[in-house]
């Protein structure tokens, strides 16, 4: 019998067009595609690598998103693949998808929290402004009170603004998605027709061995950036597959659309085209950011290599093309992107593990309704809290965030695309067309995760790092001890 926890008050359909919009390509676009061009995206792949990659992952995640808008109408639940993989196949796989998809949407909000003290010290033009208090050390970075105290701040405040209701939300979610894709395209006008950004500066195009490279430097042994260039087959397709495999988490995003489906006052058929615009606005900052970094800066190699952290390449692009207007420009698209991942990402986790809990898989606590506002207090509350952990654990976790939300989201994107052809096949419905996208997008998905956890000779940059397989297996090893604590009150298949 499916268990309801709670028949009033119920989520509320406050949500149009343009605000899921907004939450889809808020989620897409975060601080990692400001921050990633100097620490991952130009050094693995360079900007032919990065931009050949994005678009092959927009590719891709357009045909799994053609799964997602055939099963959205016939589950309009909160809980998206969840919900899709519970109808399909059953209680436990069920639960190893929202399991994971938890650790996608939830870890995305940490990962840009951490990115606040750093936007405030690069428009300050200072390093000092947030470190005060105590501070230590996790991964050779120093975390400091004073960044702790303002990124802990706005996680509690956009927490609790998705509790006062999801239209509140969707509004302010609204206005900093159109600031934000407005400020990078003013940004990329401006490298085409400053004059100050050229093509000349973007070799090594397919990226560099960044390790090599660094070791070379710290022994006095290095020359020039070209000696250390990806290059020759396996060089560029290493380069590309170093920043293709992160595509499920580059894009992840769009497919928390299903997640606030019972939220909707619109018709599920605009459901494809907001994703796929939300698809193609994300590949496009991704590559743009990428890019003007590069062109805009001749030194940037050197700069990677001669950083002790993670150098903030579109910035000094920004300034180098405008001046102070071209770092304000930044300032704002980079915390509109981080406000709106937070917003999103808030909304996309307490919505699926509301789901969840409604139908027994976590305990009845994350299933309650505020009943004045209509979203799910006590789910938010512990979304909240969770997320406290980023400020502390500092910036250099963002890879380890990465890593975890890349491996949720394409077991999501795989349960999706498999449940769609179950569902065609027991309705007798669906084209040839949707068929073959699904099958595509169940072979990509299992491609991605191949790449993301098995190390493959020659394919530097691409498979999780030992502190990401750390953090897998402790979040598997909660997900056995939520399993066994909530299976007998798991609801089955609902059909």
């Not at 936007?119 to 390093?127: E, F, K, P, Q, Y």
Request: charged share 10%.
């Amino acid at each position: 019998m499916e268990k309801n926890i709670q028949q009033n008050p119920t989520l509320k359909r406050q949500l149009n067009p343009m605000h899921v919009w907004a939450i889809a390509f808020g989620c897409i676009i975060g601080w990692g595609s400001f921050i990633n061009p100097g620490k991952k995206f130009l050094p693995n792949s360079g900007v032919a690598g990065t931009a050949i990659a994005m678009a092959l992952g927009a590719l891709v995640m357009m045909i799994i998103a053609f799964s997602y808008t055939y099963m959205v109408p016939k589950y309009p639940k909160a809980g998206g693949e969840f919900t899709f993989t519970k109808a399909c196949f059953g209680k436990t796989t069920a639960y190893i998808c929202g399991w994971f998809l938890v650790a996608a949407y939830l870890t995305n909000v940490p990962m840009n929290s951490t990115a606040i003290g750093l936007i405030v010290d690069g428009l300050d033009g200072s390093t000092d402004i947030l470190k005060f208090g105590f501070h230590y050390q996790i991964a050779g970075f120093d975390v400091w009170l004073g960044e702790i105290l303002l990124a802990c701040g706005i996680l509690i405040l956009f927490g609790f603004l998705n509790i006062l209701g999801v239209k509140k939300a969707g509004i302010v979610q609204t206005i900093l998605a159109g600031l934000l894709a407005v400020s990078v395209l003013t940004l990329t006008i401006a490298a085409l027709v400053s004059g100050k950004a050229s093509f000349d500066n973007v070799e090594p195009i397919w990226g560099f061995d960044k390790s090599a490279a660094v070791e070379a430097a710290t022994n006095g042994a290095y020359t020039s950036i070209d000696e250390f260039a990806h290059s020759g087959a396996m060089g560029i397709s290493s380069a590309i597959l170093a920043t293709f495999a992160i595509a499920p988490w580059a894009f992840v995003g769009f497919d928390t659309i299903p997640q606030a489906a019972e939220e909707f006052k619109f018709s599920y058929k605009k459901v494809s085209l907001i994703m796929m615009v939300a698809i193609l606005f994300g590949c496009f900052v991704y590559t743009a950011n990428n890019t003007i970094a590069a062109a805009a800066l001749k030194n940037w190699p050197e700069l990677i290599v001669e950083s002790s952290s993670t150098p903030w390449l579109l910035l000094e692009a920004a300034k180098r093309l405008l001046g102070v207007p071209g770092m304000v420009l930044v300032g704002v698209a980079v915390s509109c992107a981080v406000l709106s991942g937070i917003m999103g990402f808030y909304l996309a986790s307490s919505r699926l593990m509301y789901s969840m809990s409604r139908d027994g898989y976590l305990p009845e606590f994350f299933g309650k309704i505020d009943e004045k506002h209509g979203t799910p207090r006590n789910a938010m509350l512990f979304c909240i809290l969770v997320s406290l952990a980023g400020p502390i654990l500092g910036r250099e976790a963002l890879g380890w965030f990465v890593d975890m939300s890349a491996i949720g989201a394409s077991i999501g994107y795989f349960f999706t695309c498999a449940a769609a052809l179950v569902t065609m096949k027991r309705f007798k419905d669906g084209s040839a067309f949707l068929k073959i996208m699904a099958v595509v997008g169940v072979v990509f998905s299992l491609a991605f995760m191949v790449l993301q956890l098995v190390p493959i000779p020659g394919l530097s940059g691409v498979h999780f790092s030992t502190e990401s397989y750390l953090m897998l297996v402790v979040w598997i090893l909660l997900g056995v001890v939520f399993y066994f604590a909530q299976r007998k009150k798991m609801a089955g298949n609902t059909l």
